[in-house]
């Protein structure tokens, strides 16, 4: 079972920035925080990931809080291709178990 | 465009007969991984592979199995299918030390009737 818990749905006007919520209470020291998104009919895509520290690239901001109990992945300038469906992930490569996928929040960009 | 490529598309089989799905990963991944993604749920973890290895498998019966091969190529069978493996099946490809930033196809969405 996913580790997770993200909201079912979010709206988010095009142009805006898009501010999606994670919360990861039983994340442990050895675990990275990874988002990944679906866009329909196509396979996930990797956005970005981080371990304590908050990250940037050309996709996404993604800020994890101190106690790395929630994390806010950002895109700061939606697009409606943004909408799709965001899955964040605890990740550890200390076990055979490899990315377990929550339901995700669909994100709906409007015009 | 991850340059991971899936076949076929689509297929619809019946119960309890066998399927091969396939998968060609980006050269020089050396590993990849197969998901199962059932109607409005995230994709669930079959099993991975390394340098043709199986190194890590979910909560799926034996009768889901898969190859890797040296040309980046891959394979997922599933024997005596079952109504409820009808789903869209993952491949995902990746490279040594890239973590699980994961390459994915587009998927297979089987059908068992």
């Known amino acids: 079972d996913a580790k997770t818990t993200q909201p079912t749905s979010m709206d988010c006007a095009e142009g805006r920035a898009a501010n999606l919520p994670c919360n990861h209470s039983t994340i442990s020291g050895n675990e990275y925080v990874y988002w990944y998104r679906q866009i329909h009919s196509q396979g996930p895509q990797y956005i970005i990931h981080?371990?304590?520290n908050n990250e940037t690239n050309e996709m996404a901001s993604l800020i994890i809080t101190e106690d790395r109990k929630s994390s806010t992945l950002i895109l700061p300038h939606a697009t409606l291709r943004d909408t799709a469906v965001y899955y964040c992930?605890?990740?550890?490569?200390?076990?055979?178990?490899?990315?377990?996928f929550g339901q995700g929040t669909r994100l709906t960009i409007n015009p | 465009e991850t340059g991971v490529t899936q076949s076929p598309t689509h297929l619809i089989k019946t119960r309890g007969q066998q399927v091969t799905l396939r998968c060609s990963s980006q050269s020089g991944h050396n590993t990849v991984s197969w998901y199962q993604q059932a109607l409005g749920q995230g994709p669930q973890f079959i099993f991975q592979y390394y340098r043709e290895e199986e190194n890590g498998r979910g909560n799926f019966p034996p009768r889901f199995s898969g190859l890797q091969f040296p040309n980046y190529s891959s394979e997922l069978n599933v024997n005596a299918l079952e109504l409820d493996d009808s789903a869209l099946y993952l491949c995902a490809s990746s490279g040594d030390l890239m973590g699980e930033k994961l390459f994915f196809g587009s998927g297979t969405q089987l059908s068992v009737l």
């Open positions: 992930i605890d990740y550890s490569d200390q076990g055979a178990q490899k990315l377990v």
């Open positions: 981080g371990l304590k």
